[in-house]
């Protein structure tokens, strides 16, 4: 599929003030900012048209442009705080798209707090997306949680456990072999593909017919233990260091 073919934007938020990780998307990881590997992820996948930072700040918006991405809009301070959504980050980029007139077919949604990523896997993913555009109202990366979610607990009113899905507080089945139950996957930011025309005329982001896109277990940046983390990684970051930023 060549970038004729479909307009792709990526779009990759990044708003100043995280509390839990301090300008958490401009912490380095093997001495590259977060925001800098996104970037370079979405500049790699050949079927990208265009790279796009959604950011509030201006030191960010420098840091994207010396990288390689377009910054045309600044995001308003009123949709960049803790409680703002996705939905409100993407409508304000889809505003921009309009003006210009002409809306991008599929927008690809990548986080900086999910470096490790391989550009021939987005690439991978949308080709998943267009070849099943008619069928779905999104696609979204995810991964197989190392414990089933099956053996998850909430604090009762009581105090007391119990299972997240029967609310019991029999929770001897939930000691069984987690084989015996289905597995179950978390979303990990990887990538999302969204369908602008679907976005705008439901005014959801992701909708109800929604297509797994399994990828390898990374990492997401959420705080100072998941950075260490990350740094521990030598072989993996020397593997996808190569696969963005060369050897």
Do not use: C
């Not at 048209?49 to 390689?68: F, H, W």
């Not at 409680?83 to 210009?100: A, G, P, Q, R, V």
């Not at 025309?197 to 017919?209: A, K, T, V, Y």
């Amino acid at each position: 599929m060549l970038k004729d073919d479909i307009y792709i934007v990526s779009i990759i938020p990044a708003r100043a003030g995280s509390k839990g990780v301090i300008n958490k998307n401009l912490r380095k990881l093997n001495g590259i900012e977060l925001l800098n590997w996104s970037i370079k992820a979405s500049l790699k996948t050949p079927q990208v048209n265009r790279t796009i930072v959604s950011t509030d700040s201006q030191e960010y918006a420098e840091i994207a442009l010396k990288n390689g991405a377009e910054v045309p809009f600044t995001r308003p301070k009123n949709i960049s705080q803790d409680n703002s959504t996705d939905l409100e980050m993407i409508l304000h980029s889809l505003e921009f798209f309009k003006s210009e007139g002409k809306i991008p077919d599929l927008i690809l949604h990548l986080r900086p707090t999910s470096p490790l990523r391989n550009p021939k896997k987005i690439s991978e993913s949308i080709g998943v997306a267009v070849a099943n555009k008619n069928r779905i109202t999104a696609l979204r990366s995810i991964q197989e949680m190392s414990e089933t979610a099956y053996k998850s607990f909430e604090i009762g009113e009581n105090g007391r456990l119990i299972s997240v899905f029967t609310h019991s507080g029999d929770l001897d089945n939930s000691n069984v072999n987690r084989q015996a139950f289905p597995k179950t996957y978390v979303a990990n930011g990887y990538v999302d593909i969204l369908f602008p025309e679907f976005i705008l005329s439901s005014q959801r982001i992701h909708g109800n017919s929604v297509m797994p896109f399994l990828t390898e277990n990374i990492i997401e940046v959420d705080s100072e233990f998941d950075l260490q983390q990350l740094e521990s990684m030598e072989e993996s970051l020397h593997t996808y260091s190569n696969y963005l930023f060369g050897a």
